[in-house]
């Protein structure tokens, strides 16, 4: 019985316990911290670090119900299996490719010639999904100088980021109830 597996004891034990459950951690602190007016830097960081949670958990349930089903899959590898399903379920892959970009500060990739990582320019690195700003206005006036105000945001959500990962919660819910969705048969 999946119940007496525990929250890691099987892919769909891990979707209910973990992934739907770390994203509706996240949204519940979003529409909190909206309804309570907590917009500043430090709330946004904690939005971002709950959203960075849920993203991990949903890219995670693919290796859990590789090797789980791995004598039902045939010949394939993990990598093997995960394109096959990326063909299947794009979206998968988007999600694939965010949790990549957010997990590694700098992505590489292999040299054939040298055999050796070099940094891949082509992908997205962490830095570049996230978008802080410093504002600075300066006033300038004959009675009272020159004055400067300095400020620093964290814009969050990002809505690119926002659709893809709502875009999985209803997938992997989708998932879950009886439906047509076949991963054994990609």
Same mark, same amino acid.
């Given at each position: 019985?999946?119940? /007496? =597996?525990?929250?890691?004891?099987? $892919?769909?034990?891990?979707?209910? $316990? ?19 007016? %907590?917009?500043?830097?430090?709330? %946004?960081? =904690? ?17 859990? /119900?590789?090797?789980?089903?791995? *004598? ?11 394109? =096959? ?10 999600? *694939? ?6 997990? $590694?500060?700098?992505?590489? %990739? ?6 050796? /990582?070099? %940094? ?16 600075? #206005?300066?006033?300038? *006036? $004959?009675? *009272? ?34 439906? #047509?969705? #076949?991963?054994?048969?990609?």
């Amino acid at each position: 019985m999946e119940v /007496f =597996k525990g929250p890691l004891g099987s $892919h769909r034990n891990f979707i209910n $316990h973990m992934a739907l459950a770390n994203y509706q951690d996240y949204q519940t602190l979003c529409g909190l911290n909206k309804e309570n007016g %907590k917009q500043q830097t430090p709330d %946004k960081y =904690k939005e971002f670090r709950y959203f960075l949670n849920a993203v991990e958990s949903f890219n995670n349930i693919l290796d859990y /119900f590789y090797y789980e089903n791995e *004598s039902e899959l045939g010949d394939v590898n993990l990598t093997q299996f995960k394109r =096959k399903v990326f063909v299947k379920y794009p979206i998968l892959e988007e999600l *694939s490719d965010l949790a990549n970009a957010y997990k $590694h500060c700098i992505r590489e %990739k292999r040299e054939r010639r040298t055999r050796t /990582f070099v %940094k891949n320019t082509e992908l997205a690195w962490a830095k570049d999904l996230q978008k802080p700003e410093i504002n600075v #206005d300066i006033n300038i *006036s $004959h009675e *009272s100088g020159v004055g400067a105000n300095v400020t620093y945001n964290f814009n969050w959500p990002i809505p690119e980021n926002e659709k893809i990962i709502n875009n999985v919660f209803l997938f992997w819910l989708d998932y879950i109830q009886p439906n #047509d969705v #076949d991963l054994i048969n990609v």
